[in-house]
């Protein structure tokens, strides 16, 4: 029955009734959860899904400072993506939120925009969110899941290789209680973190990392089912509340003794001041330039833009004056010499005034990326927390739309797109081997895009499935999405009632966090097997973790690098597809006559040809069949096998016609065998089979061999001839 007829039985035999439940669970696919719901699978989600979001609480906090937000906007993108996705999915078991690599692909696009943590900042997040939500919708309603295939393996093993060590690295800053400015290249903050860890390092802070680490650690040993992150962070926060891990105070520069610590300060404020001059001076700059571009003045054009590029070099000059200020300041260690009435002092370490002593504690300048307030310095004296978190929700509202900065964003969210949908289907498709569960990639595409949607108006920066929290969701055996509904229930309820428990929670254990998380993404296995598979791959894939290394922090150029060679590869592949020939092996199968080493008939030359055979790869059959007509001087007769061209396009076919003019002009004849049905309807079409002859166009190999055999052999002295078992022809 054809495929009408089918369509036509199902619309009669279905009621209308029963077309409109199909639809319906088409749009909302969480109804079919309910069938067979009972109180057993409620209690079944309602444990796996507490489970879950004890592990995703302190992980999704870890996870925003990755991206360069506030600690608590993990929490807004905790609670409403995950219900979303999974109510709009087709996995029942994968658990949505914030994750490691986009993450850090976050932090990535963002911060050349903006400062990380600002309004500004925030504001790209979200809107970044939404971007993210549309491209992956949009590939889900059009059914378009397969675009993720241009993110090959080796360069999605590459890439997440070296983002698990970016990601590592990137809190070492935390983990020694170190601060400094981020530098151009990923590698040479790195090195700056451990310049400043050698100079100094707070120990409380590396003392509580650490045994963040090994709670987490030994826990995971017994038991992987206790929720060792979540005992990790409760009993580091108690720690720091109750030995008062973080000692900050303000102070007026007059409290500090040194004449030269106050003058880098002054220093300082003045080079800010600078900066914000040549700023003004560039905005004025840019309006003029418009100006001149719009008067067509080509002389005034000039003149401005001379101005423009003076203001840059003066600009970079200030800047690396600021950062050179910024290290000198960060470099002073300070100790504090109590003083009646409250009046503090504080001198250079190791440079006390004689009889006078301090209170123990080493203190420094608190500095950011604003000038520094002479009345209100802050001293740090201890380790870093979280600090206040916001009470209650977020704010719902759309996120502000500017078409300059969607365009610059654009393409990060297209990488952040793809990553993330290949990092959430891998991880369900994996559950799904396992639960038996039918899995629809397109349908996961929407529930990912929806879930980024209307993330992005409760506050929410881009999320994806998570594989450890995914992992523990299937362990604590959730039987539907509901269990992602009770865990974003459970988030809402910390975000209303228990956020001051957070305030105290170290800054060291949550990167702790995040560098045990991302150990799991390390597989250098994952080289081995792409290298034996075939050695390009593996060049692929060890290219691409350099690449992104060398390139960080813009680790789009990483991936893009990976991709470009990927594409490569296959267009040389393409161009170059295999031609081999063929002859009689002793199991008597045609085979590969260089691969296995065997003799050739002298009057036929077997030639097989695999893959389409189109514009860019024409010509190489031709030399191919060229080279084979030199080479052997009593040839007669070749066939083209053609078993594995499965398609074809005008050049192809322009080819072989053009093949068989110059064969047949040289003496010699052609044939074709096992031509398959899509390429001899396009051939047909052309005309082709009446120009070779429909006598020269043959099923099978078998068949060819056959027939051609004793017209080539007749009068020829081929005494023993390898395709004589199937000729038909005695020996």
């Known amino acids: 029955m054809s495929y009408s007829n089918h369509a036509e039985g199902y619309w009669k035999t279905t009621s209308p009734a029963e077309l409109g439940k199909s639809a319906i669970k088409l749009v909302f696919p969480f109804i079919r959860w309910f069938e067979n719901y009972g109180i057993g699978k409620i209690r079944q989600d309602l444990i796996s899904g507490l489970t879950v979001a004890l592990v995703l609480i302190p992980q999704s906090m870890a996870y925003a400072q990755l991206a360069g937000l506030p600690a608590y906007y993990g929490l807004y993108a905790s609670f409403l993506p995950p219900m979303i996705a999974a109510l709009f999915g087709s996995s029942r078991q994968l658990a949505t939120g914030p994750v490691a690599v986009v993450s850090l692909m976050t932090a990535a696009s963002l911060e050349p925009m903006a400062t990380a943590g600002s309004a500004g900042y ?31 393996h080796p360069v999605v093993n590459g890439f997440t290789n070296a983002a698990a060590i970016i990601i590592a690295t990137s809190q070492l800053s935390k983990l020694f209680g170190v601060y400094v400015d981020n530098a151009a290249h990923h590698y040479e903050t790195i090195l700056r973190v451990i310049q400043a860890a050698l100079h100094y390092t707070h120990w409380p802070t590396l003392l509580i990392g650490a045994f963040a680490f090994a709670i987490m650690y030994g826990l995971r040993r017994m038991n992987p089912r206790i929720p060792n992150v979540l005992i990790a962070v409760a009993v580091t926060t108690i720690i720091s509340w109750a030995t008062g891990f973080q000692n900050n105070v303000t102070v007026g520069m007059d409290s500090i003794q040194p004449k030269e610590v106050r003058g880098l300060i002054l220093e300082l404020n003045r080079t800010f001041g600078e ?13 003029a330039l418009d100006k001149a571009s719009a008067g067509r003045d080509i002389v005034g054009v000039l003149g401005v833009e001379h101005a423009a590029a003076v203001l840059s070099i003066n600009m970079e000059h200030m800047k690396s004056a600021l950062q050179k200020t910024k290290d000198r300041i960060r470099s002073i260690l300070l100790v504090r010499v109590p003083a009646a009435g409250g009046k503090d002092r504080f001198y250079l370490k190791g440079n006390l005034p004689e009889g006078t002593n301090d209170d123990g504690r080493t203190w420094r300048i608190r500095i950011g990326n604003k000038s520094l307030d002479p009345d209100s310095l802050i001293l740090m004296g201890g380790g870093a927390v979280i600090g206040s978190i916001p009470g209650g929700l977020p704010s719902f509202s759309i996120p502000d739309i500017d ?3 969607i365009g610059h964003l654009l393409p990060f969210a ?4 793809l990553l993330g949908f290949m990092e959430a289907i891998s991880i369900a498709k994996a559950m799904a081997a396992k639960t038996g569960q039918k899995l629809d990639p397109n349908q996961e595409l929407i529930g990912q895009g929806l879930a980024n949607i209307l993330g992005s108006v409760s506050k929410s920066y881009p999320v994806s499935g998570s594989f450890s929290r995914s992992a523990v969701n299937l362990q604590a055996g959730a039987a539907s999405g509901m269990s992602s509904v009770f865990t974003g229930l459970m988030v809402v309820i910390v975000l209303l009632f228990f956020t001051p428990l957070l305030k105290h929670l170290p800054q060291s254990v949550l990167a702790a966090v995040i560098m045990m998380a991302v150990i799991g993404l390390i597989n250098v296995s994952g080289f081995v097997h792409a290298w034996r598979a075939q050695w390009y791959d593996g060049a692929i894939s060890i290219i691409s973790f350099i690449c992104t290394l060398a390139f960080a922090p813009h680790l789009d150029k990483g991936i893009m690098v990976g991709v470009v060679l990927s594409l490569l590869v296959f267009l040389y592949k393409s161009m170059r597809p295999k031609v081999v020939s063929l002859s009689r092996a002793e199991d008597q199968a045609l085979r590969c006559v260089s691969t296995h080493g065997l003799r050739e008939c002298e009057y036929i030359a077997m030639v097989r040809f695999d893959g389409p055979l189109f514009f860019a790869n024409a010509s190489y059959l031709e030399d191919k069949i060229m080279e084979a007509m030199r080479n052997r001087k009593t040839l007669k007769h070749i066939v083209l096998v053609s078993n594995g061209i499965n398609d074809i396009d005008a050049s192809g076919e322009e080819i072989l016609s053009l093949l068989i003019d110059r064969v047949r002009s040289a003496g010699l004849d052609i044939s074709m065998s096992g031509v398959n049905e899509s390429v001899m309807n396009v051939l047909r079409r052309t005309h082709f089979p009446a120009k070779i002859g429909e006598d020269h166009i043959y099923a099978t190999m078998e068949k060819a061999i056959g027939v051609i055999h004793r017209k080539t052999h007749d009068s020829g002295e081929e005494k023993s001839c390898p395709l004589v078992a199937c000729s038909g022809v005695s020996p």
Do not use: D, K, P, W
Not at 275 to 287: F, G, K, V, Y
Not at 414 to 417: G, L
């Open 414 to 417: 297209a990488i952040i797109s």
């Open 122 to 152: 925030i504001g790209y997040a979200v809107l970044l969110a939404l971007m993210v939500g549309i491209f992956q919708l949009a590939l889900g309603v059009l059914r378009l899941g397969l675009v993720v295939n241009f993110l090959s």
């Open 403 to 405: 078409f300059r900065i």
């Open 275 to 287: 900066i914000s001059r040549l700023a003004e001076e560039r905005t004025h700059i840019n309006q």
